[in-house]
């Protein structure tokens, strides 16, 4: 029962690199989330998907891409990282149904540093 | 512009007394209201929720009250303990959003012993 994991759970690039971080569901859920979590912010969204190749911005999309080819894998990349991408980014997964039940299940989490 | 508001960063609380968390949102369509916890190296778990529908639920140690009319919803955890002591984040859903959620900045409880 590995539930929602992610890698890596640490990374360290330089400003420019490209870098994906990887988030993996076994639950099958319909939806998928990346979070970016900063001091003073919160939790906010940066891209989800409600089901496979469904893919829709969040809050604060620039500078990340994401897709989606299999219902269980949703991965997100920094195109050319920037320093006010250092981070640390959860990747969570929900359920679609008809009513109630909107909890997300979140994954470790990824810490990102750009240098 | 923050639709979800937690205005208190942090809370102290001894070990066995209350805890009593708050947030406020700003859009009326915000049909449902989860809290989840949050330990440091970890991802945020799912706590608690309640329906617009509804005015409290409970669970255990913790309550969650939600007061429409002011668009406000609180936390209560009695007793507290020291495994409490985490960040708490609550969190709301828009209507005809699917299960995407708006999150606050979040909270972090410390209970003393």
């Known amino acids: 029962d590995a539930g929602i994991t992610q890698s890596p759970r640490y990374k360290i690039t330089e400003t420019g690199r490209q870098v994906t971080l990887m988030c993996h569901q076994t639950?099958?859920?319909?939806?998928m989330f990346w979070y970016r979590q900063d001091l003073g912010h919160g939790l906010r969204l940066i891209y989800y998907?409600?089901?496979?190749?469904?893919?829709d911005k969040g809050e604060v999309p620039d500078g990340y891409v994401v897709s989606r080819s299999k219902t269980e894998n949703f991965p997100l990349t920094l195109e050319s990282a920037t320093r006010s991408q250092t981070s640390v980014y959860f990747c969570?997964?929900?359920?679609?149904?008809?009513?109630?039940?909107?909890?997300?299940?979140f994954g470790p989490g990824t810490r990102l540093t750009v240098t | 512009d923050q639709q979800v508001k937690q205005n208190s960063p942090s809370l102290s609380v001894q070990e066995g007394r209350i805890s009593i968390l708050n947030c406020d949102y700003t859009?009326?369509?915000?049909?449902?209201f989860l809290w989840y916890k949050k330990y440091p190296a970890e991802g945020p778990t799912f706590l608690i929720s309640?329906?617009?529908?509804?005015d409290k639920n409970e669970d255990g140690r913790f309550t969650v009250f939600l007061n429409k009319s002011a668009k406000h919803l609180s936390l209560h955890i009695v007793p507290s303990q020291p495994g409490d002591s985490a960040v708490y984040f609550c969190?709301?859903?828009?209507?005809?959003?699917?299960?995407?959620?708006?999150f606050g900045g979040g909270t972090r409880v410390l209970v003393k012993p």
């Open positions: 969570a997964s929900s359920e679609s149904r008809a009513q109630g039940g909107y909890e997300q299940y």
């Open positions: 639950w099958s859920h319909s939806y």
């Open positions: 998907s409600a089901a496979a190749d469904i893919t």
């Open positions: 859009n009326s369509m915000f049909d449902y």
């Open positions: 309640i329906s617009s529908i509804k």
């Open positions: 969190a709301a859903r828009l209507k005809a959003a699917g299960n995407k959620l708006t």
